[in-house]
Structure formats: structure tokens, C-alpha cells
């Protein structure tokens, strides 16, 4: 074989993604930022023509981002993930690690409140990517737990899975419209979390 068909049998290098131009890359934050709200609003179903009109481009801008409902929801839900993710870092170097874990928990249901119809889906892992949301949120959970019971504040027979399900049942009850508080459910959890309770919540119930 010769030089020339050398190169031409040679396999080629893959070509570097090219950059999103201006127009584009504001049209596919423009649709992400619509996408969330329409999320919140409506579940994993909401409309994605509605979601392109209110984003104010054609349905064909959005299936050029986004080429199916799915490749939407990850694209949110990476987005949801990195913000989540942004405000546990601060807490892992908390001097109180069970508050740290506590503020997390409830800035996590809050979180979570955004994709309606998602909570356990995001909260515990449900594949063997590594880098599912559901995998991420676990490793961090499991590293502001650890904290806090390495400190002497926080059981050790306690396990991550076991206090992600009782977050996502809290937010399951916030999702169904129930009339409940959930910074007081959080607070609930963790009395019973601590090696030393702390006081009851709020005023005792009325005598009857």
C-alpha cells in the first residue's frame, strides 16, 4: 500500500463538537428555563409545542435541541443537578455537620418540588450510570451523612438509602397537595437522626 491510499484508508479523527453560535446558545437556554417552569407546572407531560411557543421559537428549534422528550427532561434535570450539587459544596465544610445535612435535606425537597411526578426517580439511584442524578444526589448525601456521624451528632446505624426514602416520602406528601410543612418534617427526621434528640418542634398539642 502506497502513501496515498495509506490516507485514504486512515481512519479519521473525530471532529471536535463545534461551538453554538449566539442565536443558538440563547435559544437553548431560552427553551431549558421555559422547559423547568412548564415541568413544574404540568409534570413530565407538559406540552412541547406549548413549551416551544412560550420559549418563542418553532417546534423545529426545539427537536434540533432537543430531538426528543427525554433528551429535554435529561437536559433539565442536569441543570437541576449541577445547581443542587453548587449549594452542597459550601456545607461540606460546615463546622455543624448535622445542620449542614438538615439545611441540604430541605433545600433538596425544595428542589425536588420543581419536577412534580419525579421525586423518587431523582432521589434514590435507579441504573448503573455513574452519573444519573439519582447516583450523584446519593454520593452527596452520603458524604454530609458521613460527616455528621463521624462527628458523634448523628446515629451510626443509619444508612443514605434510608434517609432519602424518608426525604422522598416527604416529598411525595408535598407533591399530592397535602397541607404539610416540610422544613418541620425535615426537622422530625433529624430529632430522630441525632444520637441526642434535640426539643420537640414548636408548642406541644392542646390538653384535651
Known amino acids: 500500500m502506497n502513501e496515498a491510499d495509506a490516507r485514504r484508508t486512515a481512519p479519521k479523527a473525530a ?3 463545534r461551538p453554538m453560535r ?9 427553551l431549558l428555563a421555559v422547559a423547568t417552569e412548564a415541568f413544574s ?3 413530565a407531560n407538559a406540552s412541547l409545542d406549548d413549551i416551544a411557543k412560550r420559549a418563542e ?3 423545529g428549534t426545539l427537536y434540533r435541541h432537543f430531538p426528543t422528550r427525554q433528551d429535554l427532561l435529561e437536559a433539565v434535570m442536569e441543570q437541576w443537578m449541577q445547581s443542587v450539587l453548587a449549594e452542597a459544596e459550601p456545607l461540606l465544610d460546615s463546622a455543624d455537620p448535622a ?7 430541605q433545600r433538596l425537597i425544595s428542589h425536588v ?9 431523582t432521589l434514590l439511584p435507579s441504573g448503573a450510570k455513574d452519573q444519573s442524578p439519582g447516583r450523584v444526589l446519593h454520593t452527596t448525601a452520603e458524604e454530609l451523612l ?5 462527628s458523634g451528632q448523628i ?5 443514605v438509602i434510608e434517609v432519602l426514602t424518608l426525604v422522598s416520602g416527604i416529598t411525595w406528601a408535598c407533591d399530592s397537595g397535602k397541607p404539610v410543612n416540610p422544613v418541620r418534617l425535615v426537622e422530625l427526621v433529624m430529632d430522630g437522626l441525632r444520637t441526642h434528640p434535640a426539643l420537640p418542634v414548636g408548642p406541644a398539642p392542646a390538653a384535651t
Open 155 to 159: 446515629r451510626t446505624d443509619v444508612t
Open 99 to 105: 445542620e449542614a445535612l438538615a439545611v441540604w435535606l
Open 15 to 17: 471532529r471536535p463538537p
Open 113 to 121: 418540588a420543581v419536577f412534580r411526578g419525579l421525586a423518587a426517580a
Open 146 to 150: 458521613t460527616r455528621a456521624q463521624r
Open 57 to 59: 421559537v418553532g417546534p
Open 22 to 30: 449566539a442565536d443558538a446558545r440563547r435559544n437553548y437556554e431560552r
Open 41 to 43: 407546572e404540568s409534570g
